[in-house]
């Protein structure tokens, strides 16, 4: 009974003390288990700060990518504007160095030309002046003048050579506009040497009639004999009178009879 007993208490303390072993061991596995999560849950906190900063990373590169297809854009758009900008350029270019070649021809000539202006004005000026000798005596005074004038510019040196030809083209236009044109105006003529108040009516190139102020005188130029002669008074008087009127515009134009000589055979 006694050794019963003795085994029983034995078993117990063997149990009691295996029981404490166990309990060691799963303290020590418990602590184990801790280690690795707090390490696991060290690597799981890693792994999100990584992800975090690879999420800020792509929206970086996304904005940045954003940023330059905006960019890309912009950049296109003035591309495609500087390829329309760029043609419009070179159609006038093209159209620039056609004016160039076309100048170029021109300058090419310009001296040959310019030799040969002084030439040529001095001959229009010389036939102006004879012409004028020989054509009716109206505005005597005045046509001299503009012939002296273009003259003085045709002998200054500080005139170009532009400038002279144009004076004398003056003079052609305006001599070539009396042939068109009709005018009164008073005038003092000699008559059989006596200087005598009139209005001259000039009819174009065709007729020059004066009439005395008092309308007693009539008369025409003659410019084949170079001088004034007396026309009939009772014939002209009212005619060469309705031509003054008509010439003044206080008359409306009307059909006149009027003496004219007749046309020469040119020399």
């Not at 900008?85 to 170029?104: K, Y």
């Not at 030809?165 to 059989?192: A, C, D, K, W």
Request: charged letters at 25%; proline letters at 3%; glycine letters at 4%.
């Amino acid at each position: 009974m006694n050794n019963r007993r003795i085994t029983q208490v034995g078993m117990s303390a063997l149990a009691m003390l295996m029981s404490c072993f166990l309990g060691v061991a799963q303290a020590a596995e418990i602590l184990v288990n801790s280690d690795v999560i707090d390490q696991a849950m060290d690597v799981v906190a890693q792994k999100y700060v990584a992800s975090a900063e690879s999420q800020e990373e792509i929206t970086r590169l996304q904005n940045s990518a954003s940023s330059n297809f905006e960019d890309f854009k912009r950049a296109n758009d003035t591309l495609e504007t500087l390829l329309v900008l760029n043609a419009g350029w070179r159609m006038q270019i093209s159209g620039q160095e056609e004016q160039i070649a076309t100048l170029d021809e021109s300058i090419a000539g310009v001296e040959e030309i310019t030799q040969g202006i002084p030439l040529l004005m001095e001959k229009m000026l010389s036939s102006l002046t004879q012409y004028i000798e020989l054509d009716y005596p109206f505005h005597v005074s005045e046509r001299a003048a503009r012939l002296q004038f273009a003259r003085d510019a045709i002998d200054n040196p500080d005139v170009s050579i532009a400038e002279k030809f144009r004076q004398v083209l003056v003079m052609y236009q305006t001599e070539t506009s009396y042939g068109r044109t009709i005018e009164t105006y008073p005038e003092t003529i000699n008559l059989n040497g006596t200087d005598r108040d009139v209005n001259i009516a000039r009819i174009g190139r065709v007729a020059l009639l004066y009439q005395t102020t008092d309308r007693q005188e009539t008369g025409a130029w003659d410019n084949r004999a170079r001088q004034w002669v007396a026309l009939d008074p009772g014939e002209y008087r009212t005619q060469v009178q309705g031509a003054i009127r008509v010439a003044s515009q206080l008359d409306a134009p009307r059909i006149v009879e009027l003496p004219v000589l007749a046309p020469e055979a040119a020399q």
